[in-house]
């Protein structure tokens, strides 16, 4: 025997539908004309052209219940519309906060990347001033004269261009070939020559 459990899982409760997006479902609803298929848009104008046409030819009671239908549908498309708002702003606002999230933690990279600026630029100040015996001016202490000549110091480049220049190696020739001439002579045959 089947569990009415199994039977009643894809039915809705409240008869409405669930998930989705409504604005751009197909429903079927049984009017009194018969049934009207389309999104809530379609069955909204379809019902309101019936409720037209039935106000034309006198029939209220039709007319009237033409126009609950429309209602009806009328309805539930505004509350999907809310539904969809509601998200809309909702989501819009996660993102809002994001945004100032982000902002926020950028303010404070910024900021620590100009504290570490800062104490970086004092650092090397001070290293300067160390340096320069306390002096606030640079190369304001004691300098060599530039025009000694007997005190400047030889650089690696000096000495380079001190060296000179090297010369390129002369070959050694090569063996001579062995002419033809100079080729060892032809061991003597024991076969007697021809006569001429």
Same mark, same amino acid.
């Given at each position: 025997?089947?569990?009415?459990?199994?039977?009643?899982?894809? $039915?809705?409760?409240?008869?409405?539908?669930?998930?989705?997006?409504?604005?751009?479902?197909?429903?079927?609803?049984?009017?009194?004309?018969? $049934?009207?298929?389309?999104?809530?848009?379609?069955?909204?104008?379809?019902?309101?052209? &019936?409720?037209?046409?039935?106000? &034309?030819?006198?029939?209220?009671?039709?007319?009237?219940?033409?126009?609950?239908?429309? %209602?009806?549908? &009328?309805?539930?498309?505004?509350?999907?519309?809310?539904?969809?708002?509601?998200?809309? %702003?909702?989501?819009?606002?996660?993102?809002?906060?994001?945004?100032?999230?982000?902002?926020?933690?950028?303010?404070?990279?910024?900021?620590?990347?100009?504290?570490?600026?800062?104490?970086?630029?004092?650092?090397?100040?001070?290293? %300067?001033?160390?340096?320069?015996?306390?002096?606030?001016?640079?190369?304001?202490?004691?300098?060599?004269?530039?025009?000694?000549?007997?005190? &400047?110091?030889?650089?690696?480049?000096?000495?380079?261009?001190? $060296?000179?220049?090297?010369?390129?190696?002369?070959?050694? !020739?090569?063996?001579? $070939?062995?002419?033809?001439?100079?080729?060892? !002579?032809?061991?003597?045959?024991?076969?007697?020559?021809?006569?001429?």
């Amino acid at each position: 025997m089947r569990s009415s459990k199994s039977r009643s899982r894809g $039915k809705n409760r409240n008869n409405r539908p669930s998930g989705g997006n409504i604005i751009n479902r197909v429903f079927d609803s049984s009017g009194p004309d018969g $049934k009207v298929r389309g999104t809530p848009q379609q069955i909204i104008e379809k019902y309101n052209q &019936l409720h037209r046409d039935a106000q &034309l030819s006198g029939d209220r009671v039709n007319a009237e219940n033409f126009a609950q239908h429309a %209602e009806h549908y &009328l309805r539930m498309l505004a509350e999907a519309q809310r539904e969809m708002d509601a998200k809309r %702003e909702e989501q819009e606002a996660q993102n809002r906060e994001r945004q100032a999230e982000r902002d926020r933690r950028q303010q404070q990279d910024r900021e620590r990347q100009a504290e570490r600026d800062r104490e970086r630029d004092a650092r090397l100040k001070a290293q %300067e001033e160390a340096s320069n015996g306390g002096d606030d001016v640079p190369g304001s202490g004691d300098q060599p004269d530039v025009d000694s000549g007997p005190e &400047l110091v030889d650089t690696p480049e000096d000495a380079e261009a001190a $060296k000179p220049a090297r010369k390129p190696r002369a070959r050694k !020739p090569k063996a001579p $070939k062995p002419d033809d001439a100079e080729a060892p !002579p032809e061991p003597a045959s024991d076969a007697p020559e021809a006569a001429e």
